[in-house]
């Protein structure tokens, strides 16, 4: 029976009950159901760490960590997240996690419309040969005992960081339109060019030939031990440690002098206390890494990985894109018959592409995706059904025409000849599918495989085979362009050609003050170059930047200056921890 | 005894001279060159630039006169005596590096994996091997047998490969990949190990196993041994105490022969299993042709193999009270 004392006692435990499970439903909700979005939504998150594996990474170890020494763009791969760029692409306002007008896939920087002024806050051309750049005030060198004590960084850095770079490799394309690089005054670096061109913001943004930006108390020899750049820098990151053949790991920079805002709210940067490149080599146990979450962020994950990668880890998310690369079959000009463009065009039409998207790269591929890349703007780039008819053609499968032209040609019967590819995977079963194609239409074809030190130096003598089949990257437009005129320093012109319209045009090219006629010059040159059949070009694969959840304010950018620099996007990025520990 | 050992390890001094000069000419036929390997990684180097950087390296210098700088017998480039003679292995083509300096950091991780791998190897391979010959056609020996032989064929590469996909895919497991030295984190360092010695000492054991059984079976036959058994002797005391060590001495011979397919061994597992030891070192220093570090590492290899035969056959003297050195 109730009591009116009974009665308020049930009310008190009702109550009781009813709190306790409120209170345990918020734990409920706190642990398993907060989202990534809604943790996103609640703001950036300090602490943790990253591991990233890319692609370049992988391949070339830091060999040297001297800019100026052996394959010095190499250096500025593992230079990035601690040595800043004057200029940078704007990943933040302009990339996938901004107005996404660039994806920031394609290999280097730029276009200038898209990039962001680092260590130099802004810059003008006063005149066509003349560069001026201006540096941001209050960027502070990191003190460190036997080297240096903490200062700002001065306009006499950077004249003095190009300078360890033209000793080096004096004369080659990208340094001997220099003329002089000076220190104005404390802040302002002022480039004399013969003629200014793209590369001249490549200075800017790219750790190449010497170009990192070292304090001037670091002697030439000194920079050769990696030790010596350990809590040295500008960048979201000190370098911590260097473990050859494993990893090179970094730890927040505490007086990084950028910041980043979220939610209108300013953040200090970076937030994750260390980033991890691994230096893993063999691809299971990339992918067996990245599977099991020991790796967060892998840049170029192969298609063929992608299902099985899916099924074992679904939380993991994937942001596909074209390969920064160009499938190219090269023909020898000074080669019979192929000076002849019939027999180089009937070649080209030879090839199923489609047929070949299907089974080399396993049903993706992006048909035209060279000499400038795809995912380029129209303003460099021209997609395959805007270009003449001619070119269209050679991009179709047409085995009567090709035997047609074969025939005009003088060789109806077909003809012998060889080709010489890298002896590795793909490579070799590209140009297996390739023999086949144009056996169909009487080519015979002998297949010369050679190890990769080995092809690079028959191509660095010329000695290559009358066709090369190169996996190359795509680079900046006009470094393509550079690269294809005979120029003795080239070592990626396996055409063996020295033609007048292309010649023409990188003269033209180089002697434009107009940016906007620049870029149309570089426009009308791709469309040249296919009119000329001087490579068959065979599709670019896809492959994904795969990454897991936890890691956030990230859309699986990979390039922020050149050579897939992501310093400055990890310095932005996050890890949720919660969501982390929920997935592991 | 004395004697003996000093005459084997001055014996060292001629045979490495011998494996120099084999190592340095015939690395040089190896098609490809380095400067062209840096050329192509840069892309656009001028022929005029390559000699310059053929010519610091002290390339353009006749194959010859190179081996004697780096013997130490000619003044280098820079005018110096700076070779073997004088306690170095040279520089390394691409980062200048002293190659002394870049094998000793290596080399104490590729003897952990092969000292750890052996041990393994051993500890599987006698005792079954063992019970495979007292146990002769049973069940239990045509399982060990059946085990040696796919030791014995499994290419490490395809186990060890396995071992990373499969515990990925059905467990989300995956080795570890930072390495972290024994000096920092001997615990982790140790857990790091484990899986590609396991690797490795089970693929070895193989052999191992088969000779002790072989060994076993050849000496349990013998006279002694069956006295031992007649007067009554556990089956423990006559196997172990009067039959093992004289099965041992060829066993121990097989070992000893194995250090070469050991040392050859971790290169593809450190490939596998990320872990920055001589065998990573070597494969990467082949791809960029870097000469002196080719020779340096055969070099070391060369003298560890020669030492590590100097202990085994030492070993005998121990095992076997009749076998003397003079």
């Known amino acids: ?584 | 005894m004395l004697a003996y050992i000093i005459r084997r390890v001055l014996l060292i001094i001629p045979t490495m001279f011998v494996v120099s000069l084999i190592v340095f000419f015939a690395i040089r036929l190896i098609p490809g060159d380095v400067v062209s390997q840096m050329a192509s990684g840069i892309g656009n180097m001028p022929k005029m630039t390559q000699e310059k950087v053929r010519k610091r390296l002290g390339l353009d210098a006749p194959i010859p006169v190179q081996y004697g700088r780096w013997l130490g017998v000619i003044r280098d480039q820079h005018g110096s005596f700076t070779g073997l003679f004088q306690g170095g292995l040279g520089l390394s083509l691409w980062t200048s590096v002293p190659v002394t300096r870049i094998v000793l950091k290596r080399l104490p991780l590729t003897f952990e994996l092969a000292l750890f791998s052996l041990t393994i190897a051993i500890l599987i391979a006698i005792p079954i091997g063992i019970y495979s010959a007292i146990r002769q056609n049973t069940m239990g020996d045509y399982t060990a047998r059946s085990f040696s032989m796919f030791a014995i064929a499994m290419p490490d590469f395809w186990l060890g490969t396995l071992v990373i996909v499969f515990p990925s895919l059905w467990w989300g497991w995956s080795p570890p990949i930072q390495y972290i030295s024994f000096t920092k984190d001997p615990l982790q360092n140790l857990g790091q190990f484990i899986v590609p010695s396991l690797v490795l000492g089970v693929l070895m054991s193989g052999l191992v196993m088969r000779m002790t059984r072989t060994m076993m079976l050849e000496i349990i036959r013998q006279d002694y041994i069956r006295t031992g058994w007649s007067k009554g002797l556990k089956e423990k005391v006559v196997i172990l105490r009067h039959a093992l060590p004289n099965a041992l001495i060829p066993v121990i011979t097989v070992i000893g022969y194995m250090l070469p397919w050991v040392i050859g061994g971790t290169i593809i597992i450190e490939r596998i299993f990320g872990l920055p030891g001589l065998g990573h070192l070597l494969i990467q220093a082949i791809n960029d042709r870097d000469y002196p570090v080719i020779s340096g590492i055969t070099i070391f290899a060369a003298i560890i193999i020669m030492l590590a035969n100097l202990v085994i056959d030492l070993t005998y003297a121990l095992l076997d009270p009749r076998i003397r050195y003079k």
């Open chain 1, 1 to 584: 029976m109730f009591t009116q004392k009974s009665t308020k006692l049930s009310t008190i435990m009702l109550a009781l009950i009813l709190g306790a499970s409120v209170f345990m439903a918020g734990q409920a909700w706190a642990v398993c159901g907060f989202s990534s979005e809604a943790a996103k939504k609640a703001g950036p998150q300090y602490g943790g760490s990253i591991t990233f594996l890319d692609g370049f990474g992988a391949a070339f170890p830091p060999t040297a960590w001297h800019q100026g020494e052996g394959s010095s763009w190499t250096a500025s791969i593992y230079h990035d997240p601690m040595y800043e760029t004057l200029l940078a692409n704007d990943t933040v306002l302009k990339g996938p996690c901004g107005t996404g007008e660039s994806e920031f896939y394609h290999s280097n920087s730029g276009p200038l419309e898209v990039m962001t002024g680092k260590l130099a806050e802004r810059w003008e051309l006063p005149d066509p040969q003349t560069l001026v750049w201006y540096l941001r005030r209050g960027i502070l060198w990191a003190g460190k005992p036997g080297v240096m004590k903490s200062r700002e960084l001065v306009a006499e850095d950077i004249v003095k960081s190009y300078e360890l770079g033209w000793k080096r490799y004096p004369g080659v394309s990208t340094t001997k339109e220099v003329v002089s690089m000076t220190a104005k005054d404390r802040y302002t670096v002022v480039l004399k060019t013969k003629q200014l061109k793209e590369f001249e913001f490549a200075f800017g943004t790219q750790g190449w030939l010497g170009n990192v930006i070292v304090p001037a108390e670091v002697g030439d020899e000194a920079m050769k031990d990696w030790k010596t750049h350990v809590g040295l820098g500008t960048g979201p990151f000190f370098l911590e440690d260097f473990v050859e053949g494993s990893y090179v790991s970094y730890v927040r920079n505490p007086n990084y002098w950028n910041s980043y805002v979220y939610n209108d709210k300013k953040y200090e940067i970076p937030f994750i206390d260390r980033l991890v490149k691994t230096l893993i080599k063999d691809k299971s146990s990339q992918v067996a890494a990245l599977r099991t979450g020991k790796i967060d962020v892998y840049d170029v994950l192969e298609k063929k990985f992608v299902d099985s990668v899916k099924r074992s880890a679904p939380e993991i998310k994937m942001r596909e894109r074209v390969a920064e690369r160009a499938w190219r079959m090269g023909f020898r000009l000074d080669v019979k018959p192929f000076d002849d463009l019939r027999v180089r065009r009937a070649m080209s039409m030879a090839i199923d592409r489609e047929a070949f998207i299907k089974t080399i790269q396993g049903g993706k591929g992006e048909i035209l995706n060279a000499e400038i890349h795809s995912g380029h703007t129209e303003t460099f780039y021209t997609p395959l059904e805007k270009m003449p008819k001619e070119i269209q053609e050679n991009f179709s499968y047409n085995p009567e025409l090709a035997r047609k032209l074969l025939a005009e040609a003088g060789y109806p019967n077909g003809f012998e000849t060889t080709i010489q590819a890298n002896a590795r995977e793909p490579e070799r079963d590209v140009v297996s599918f390739l023999a086949a194609m144009w056996k169909d239409i009487g080519i015979d074809v002998k297949i010369d495989l050679r190890e990769a030190s080995v092809l690079n130096g028959i191509l660095v003598k010329n000695e290559h085979a009358p066709l090369t089949f190169l996996a190359n990257s795509v680079m900046l437009a006009g470094a393509t362009l550079q690269t294809y005129t005979m120029d003795e320093s080239n070592t990626y012109q396996v055409n063996v050609v020295d033609d007048l319209e292309i010649n023409e045009a990188s003269e033209n090219w180089v002697s434009e003050p107009d940016p906007v006629k620049a870029n149309k010059i570089l426009k009308d040159w791709n469309v040249l170059w296919h009119k000329k059949v001087y490579n068959a070009y065979l599709p670019t694969p896809y492959v994904s930047v795969a990454y897991w959840p936890w890691v956030e304010n990230y859309a699986g950018e990979v390039n922020e200056s050149s050579s897939m620099s992501v310093g400055g996007i990890f310095a932005r990025a996050w890890v949720n921890s919660d969501l982390k520990a929920k997935i592991q």
